[in-house]
Structures are given as C-alpha cells and as structure tokens.
C-alpha cells in the first residue's frame, strides 16, 4: 500500500467516528432569505382595471392585459404546467381569448408555457402573433442547444433543483419561488422588431422597447392606456440584480443595462405602476422611480469602482474584496439584498468582460497542472494527513472558505479520497446555510452532496436534457441552428486524420446542408441540393426528413438506428458510414459535468 493509501485508512478507520462528527453541520436558512420568500406567495395580482400578474406559479410571473377583444400574455412561463395554472385562475376572473402572446426576452422561465395558452397552428397562420425582439430565437437556441448540456447542469445547483428534506425547508430562488421545470411549450415568434414597435392586439395598445440588459433579446412593454410599464428583467426583482449568473451566459454588460434603465424611466413617464416579471408589481409611482433611480446607480457604481480598480492594478479577487455598494444604496432593504445577484459575484465578470481574464501575473500564462500542482502543495505540507487536520481545524474555528479550499487540493490529488469530500461537503453545508444569497446557497448544498456521495445529479441531469430538446421544440428551430449545433460536440481528437461529409435535407422547410469532418473541424455549408459523392470530398449519405427528426440527431439525443426509425426519414448512401459520421460527435446529456471534482 502507498503512503497515501496507508494514511487515508487510518484517517478512515478507528479514529472515522471522531472525524465524522467533527463535520456535523445542522441544516439552516438566513433569517432574510427565508424571510424573503414571502414576496412570491401564489397570487394573481390586480394592476389598475385590466392588468394582472401571476406571481409564485413559477421562477418568472406571467402577466395578462385584458383589452375589449382579446387577452395579451406577456411571458409564458417556465412551462406548460405553469401556464395551464395561470391560464385556470385567469378564467374565474375573464373568459376573453388570447389574441396576442410578447416575449420579453429569450430565458427558458419567460418562453416555455405558450402550447399550454394558445394553439401552435393559431400562431403559425397568424390568428395569434408573438411579439418578441429579433435576436431572442438565435440566443434562445444557443443556451438551450450550444451551451445548453453546461448551463443546464449549473442550473441544477444554482436553483437548488436536486435538494430536498431540511435543505430546503423555508427555500425560494431568490427571484421567485423553488421550482422544478416540467414540459416545454415554446412557439417561435412571428414578429420580430429592432429597436422600437408599437401595435393594437385584443384592443390593447402595446409600446414595445429594445432594452439590453440581463439578456441581449430583453424588451419592455408600456401600456400606455393603463399607465403600467412592464419592466421585464431590467428590474430584476427585488434584490440586487444578476450581472453575471453562476448558471453562465453571454456577458451582461453593466453600461448597457443602467442605460436601459435609462431609456425605460424616459419611455414610462406617464407611467404610475411598474409590473416585475418576478416579484410582485410596484403600485406606488414614487417608489417605482426609485426603484429605477438606485437599480441603475448600484449597476453603475459596481462598473465603475470594478474598472477603477482594476487601472490601480487590482485583480478580479482583490476587486471583489474591495468593492462594497455605498451604504445609501446597501442599505436598501427592500430592493437591493444580495439574494440573487451579489456585487462579489459581478466583479470578476465585469472585469472578464472589459479586460479578459489575464490579470497581469505571468505566472498565470502557464500555470502547473492542477493535479500536478496539488501533488507538490499537499507535499510541501506535510502530506495528506497534515493536510486534512489542518482543514477540520479551520472548519473547528469557523474558517470554512479556507477548509474547502485545502481539501480541494486532497481530492484533486485522489478523486476518491471521501474523508476530503466530506469535510469539504461539510464546509460547503457551513457556507450554504449561512449566505443569504440563494444562489449561493444553491451551489454549496448540491456540491456538499454530491461530494459525499448521498446525490447522483447524472439520472436527473439527463432527465432534464430529454425533457428539454423534445420533438416539439426541435420541429421549431431554424433548420439551420439546428446543423450549427452539431460541431461544438465534435470529438474531434477522434477525427484527426478523418475527412468525411454527409448530407442534410429538411423537407419540411425545403432547406438543404452539408456538415464535412475535415481533420477535426465540422465545417457547416448550405447548399441548394445535396447528391452523393458531390464534390473533392465524398458525401457518404444524404439524410432527408422533417426538422424534428434530423434535429434530434444532430442534437444528439437518438442514435443512428432511432433516426433511420423516424417517420419521414429517408438515408441515400451508406448507413454505416452515417453511424460513423454521427458516431464522431458526443451525445447531448451523456455526462453529467462534475465542476465539484475539479
């Protein structure tokens, strides 16, 4: 037995008891953060004579005009389960019929509920328009399907989606209450706009505004008759705002978003209510300025003091230590809490964004390989024993950051070492219990267990996969999003010496593709026809069908011989070397990503 074996058994047998107990952390909330989930009680709030705004259903409200001819929804909800909820209430209080459906901006919590509330074959032969900004199908496609298998994982942690028991007794999300997603209901929208659209639906006059800000597709609507302005995610909720989310994303620049906080206290000046898209509505005109007056001034202050501090020379960490909202807006204990959004957790996106992520030390240019580099500090340490007392020690003391952090290095250096995982899970349930931001929180309960092994996110996380990029959704997307998702998941160590291309046709769109493997790179060309052995390299197979077939095969979520099974599908050419070619890219949800072994 090695060194390090010999020593990890001792640490795990006679004296295991005693380091068990050593661990023990009772299950807790921050007094404010479960005070704060008293804000998203399920109840449908009236706004003036026809507004009304569905809040605690879901994550996101979704919010219903009522106009002389119809019924406007804008945002739909996480899901269809949440829509069929709303769309129930809202019919003890009218029966009109939806006559027009507004996205604010492209997130799964806004989008996901519009099967459940209108009849996608209304939608598509315009009996039902969906208003939406331009950019929101192609953001909406790269975080479900480009990025979606990464940010679908930290979702998991960030909502607390696979906690239960003690954990979360008294638990919300932080903009809205815990949720679990259920069926996805997206319909694409038939109207798209830049900057500026004004329209009538349902006898309700609508003006819509292009406000970058938490996301690059967001807009607000003002509803000019009513006095209401529905601000979307520009005002988060109340709480300070997610310039960076841990789930990730694009980066949210902070200019863009205090000034489109700008543009909409311009475009609302005959408005006295303000409607959240989480939270419940501002019905008071003198909070609601504000409101918008000190969001736009936290957003601002925390860029600038971030970009001064990084021209004195500071990097992302020492930023985060030194940028502090100044006390009038900090203690503002209605709007601007860290329960979602934190100024610790913008800093270093905001930095990242504007400068990159080199902080100026070269020593970061080529740093030693993490296993590597633990093997030598665990060395220089003492070796894992001392290690490992020195990390319960500190979490004895009360220093549960800095026990996580050296029982990183143990498991690093011995993924399997569980006395480390549990005494990091232990300090992670330390840090969880005591942040009041849920997000936090989120991360630090599901990292603790699947560290100590009592959670398997895997089964969960390809559930979710599967109930997400389903044949309905796929049937929707533009056939060519749907070619482009197929070369970020290209093995491509694989395929180094491999030259090989195939054929798309999607006859329900009459759109046609080919996708070529040429030495570890998928190269994406659209074609007017697609024949075999068309070209200097050999097309091995045309692969004709419908979008939600040849979609989930380029998604991929079935298998060669399931898409040769699909109804409509038609393969020219080798099927066996079409196994081969999709057999070269990796499948959608295989894996769960395990960023708490790293």
């Not at 020195?390 to 143990?410: I, Q």
């Not at 398997?456 to 997400?468: L, R």
């Not at 075999?532 to 939600?548: E, I, K, N, Q």
């Amino acid at each position: 037995m090695s060194a390090a074996g010999s020593a990890r058994g001792a640490a795990s047998g006679a004296g295991a008891g005693g380091f068990a107990a050593r661990l023990d952390c009772p299950a807790a909330i921050h007094a404010d953060l479960a005070a704060h989930g008293t804000l998203f009680e399920r109840k449908i709030n009236r706004v003036g004579d026809r507004v009304y705004c569905a809040v605690g259903y879901n994550l996101a409200n979704i919010i219903a005009v009522v106009g002389p001819d119809g019924m406007v929804v804008i945002d739909t909800g996480m899901d269809t389960a949440q829509a069929e909820a709303v769309l129930a209430d809202l019919r003890r209080l009218t029966d009109a019929p939806v006559a027009a459906i507004v996205y604010t901006h492209h997130h799964t919590d806004h989008v996901q509920g519009t099967s459940a509330l209108v009849d996608p074959g209304d939608v598509s032969s315009g009996r039902v328009p969906i208003y939406a900004h331009a950019s929101l199908l192609a953001e909406y496609q790269q975080e479900t399907g480009l990025i979606g298998p990464i940010m679908g994982a930290r979702a998991m942690a960030m909502y607390s989606m696979v906690l239960d028991g003690a954990d979360m007794e008294g638990m919300n999300a932080g903009i809205g209450p815990t949720f679990v997603p259920g069926p996805n209901g997206f319909v694409a929208p038939t109207h798209v706009f830049d900057d500026h659209l004004e329209v009538a639906a349902g006898g309700v006059r609508l003006e819509m505004h292009h406000v970058p800000s938490e996301a690059a597709s967001e807009i607000c609507v003002v509803l000019p008759d009513d006095g209401v302005l529905c601000s979307a995610e520009v005002i988060q909720d109340h709480g300070f705002p997610n310039l960076y989310t841990l789930r990730g994303a694009k980066f949210r620049d902070p200019k863009a978003w205090y000034e489109s906080i700008d543009v909409m206290a311009t475009v609302a000046t005959g408005c006295e209510q303000m409607v959240l898209q989480h939270g419940p509505p501002v019905t008071d005109r003198a909070e609601m300025r504000q409101v918008l007056r000190d969001y736009r001034d936290a957003i601002q202050y925390t860029l600038d003091q971030t970009i001064r501090w990084a021209n004195r020379g500071l990097a992302k960490d020492e930023i985060a230590q030194v940028v502090k909202l100044p006390p009038h807006l900090a203690g503002n204990r209605r709007w601007l809490q860290p329960f979602y959004g934190s100024v610790a957790h913008a800093v270093p996106a905001i930095y990242s964004g504007y400068i990159g992520w080199f902080d100026g030390d070269p020593a970061a240019l080529d740093p030693t390989p993490r296993a590597e580099q633990a093997a030598k500090l665990v060395g220089a340490m003492g070796g894992r024993a001392a290690v490992l007392e020195r990390a319960a020690g500190a979490l004895e003391s009360g220093d549960a950051r800095f026990a996580a952090e050296l029982a990183t290095y143990l498991i690093r250096l011995e993924p399997t070492d569980m006395d480390a995982r549990r005494l990091k899970a232990a300090a992670y349930r330390s840090l969880g219990y005591a942040t009041v931001n849920a997000t936090w929180r989120g991360f630090y309960l599901t990292g603790a267990r699947v560290l100590d092994g009592t959670l398997d996110p895997a089964p969960i996380y390809q559930m979710g996969v599967q109930m997400t990029v389903t044949d309905e959704l796929l049937g929707l997307l533009p056939a060519r999003m749907l070619v482009e998702s197929a070369p970020p998941r290209l093995k491509a160590e694989e395929v180094l010496d491999v030259e090989l291309c195939t054929g798309w046709c999607f006859t329900d769109v009459g759109e046609s593709f080919t996708i070529t493997i040429r030495r570890g790179v998928a190269v994406v060309e659209v074609t007017s026809a697609v024949s075999l052995a068309d070209g200097s390299v050999p097309t091995v197979a045309v692969v004709s069908g419908p979008r939600s077939a040849l979609g989930a095969a380029l998604a991929g979520v079935v298998s060669p011989a399931e898409l040769l099974g699909r109804l409509g599908v038609h393969v020219a050419g080798s099927p066996e070397e079409l196994a081969r070619f999709l057999g070269s890219f990796e499948q959608l949800g295989a894996d769960w990503p395990n960023f708490y072994l790293r």
